[in-house]
């Protein structure tokens, strides 16, 4: 969008909050786990073996993660599995109240590296599984949750960076930072055609070919009436929300890293909370009062302003 004052010297790119946008495809997960939802995700595809499209294939919802979960230990009071004793996740994960549902740490745990570990453990013949829950995941095709964990996993690892020596250590196999290679990634985190912003767009493509799945002309989906199709993908507002965070942060990062090479993005500065506490702020210098004149408004974002700028930030930014 043109800059109203800038023009499109310095255009505006519109981004979704990602905390937000983890919450609701959480919420999505839950309203499908139960046996009437409204919501069924599924991610169909043909299987190559018979050429056909089974039941539950590509089925994904919150159930099927506490399962898997479950069945490595995670729900024992003792934690008989070394795995769970290493993880955050707990039966709130699986289980929010309408309190906990606001909670950005439950709904980003619960589709974390963590639980990819616990579904690859249902193929680890070596683990001490429970049976039970084990036995019933096996028999579902656990691709595209599995899938939809570690492309939501990878997103928030990128857009939740708050280094400007880049989000992660680069580490050689002995456990050492290779400085090396640590120096090249700071370099091309400044370039506009970073590896991060490539995963973006790598992971904006596993949505869209969720979505082109259930296309009505698509083998995978052909047996679906249309209103389980609609049912079967993220509600709108998501979908927009993924494609508005992932395009505007490449964009944004794009125009800007050309214009300026010498500088550095820090995407985590990118979500709303940064708004959030300036509005705060300003109202908070406003005082105790409905009635705010103009002239007492333009004082109290000058005084909310300079609160931001020397106030130490918490929450999903820094100052």
Known sequence: MEHPIF???????????????????????????????ARDCQFPTVDAADGRVHADSGRMNLRMLEHAWIASGGDSSTGSSSLCVSTKLTRAHFHPTSWSRMRVPLAVQVLS??????????????????ADAATSL??????????????VDRMVDIC???????????????????VEEQERNVYER?????????ELLQILGWFQSWKVSLAPNMAASEHMTPKERKAAFLPDQTWMDVQQLILGAVCGCQFYLRRYP??????????????????AHVREAAGSTDSVSAGS???????????????????????
């Open 113 to 130: 590296t963590s639980m990819i570990r616990f579904i690859d453990n249902l193929e680890n013949d070596d683990m001490q599984l429970d």
């Open 138 to 151: 096996r028999k579902q095709d656990l691709g595209a949750l599995r899938a939809l964990c570690e492309n």
């Open 297 to 319: 408004a333009m004082r109290a974002t000058v005084a909310g302003a300079m609160v931001r700028a020397n106030r130490h930030s918490k929450g999903n930014c820094q100052a």
């Open 160 to 178: 939740n960076g708050r280094s400007e020596k880049g989000v992660h250590h680069i580490c050689t196999t002995a456990g050492e930072i290779d």
């Open 190 to 198: 400044s370039s506009w055609d970073h590896e991060h912003l490539r």
């Open 7 to 37: 023009g499109m010297d310095s255009p505006i790119f519109f981004l979704a909050d990602m905390p937000h946008l983890i919450k609701k495809i959480r919420n999505q997960l839950e309203t499908s786990s139960g046996r009437s939802a």
């Open 262 to 279: 010498d500088k550095v993005v820090t995407l985590r500065r990118l979500n709303q909370d940064i708004c959030e506490h300036h509005f």
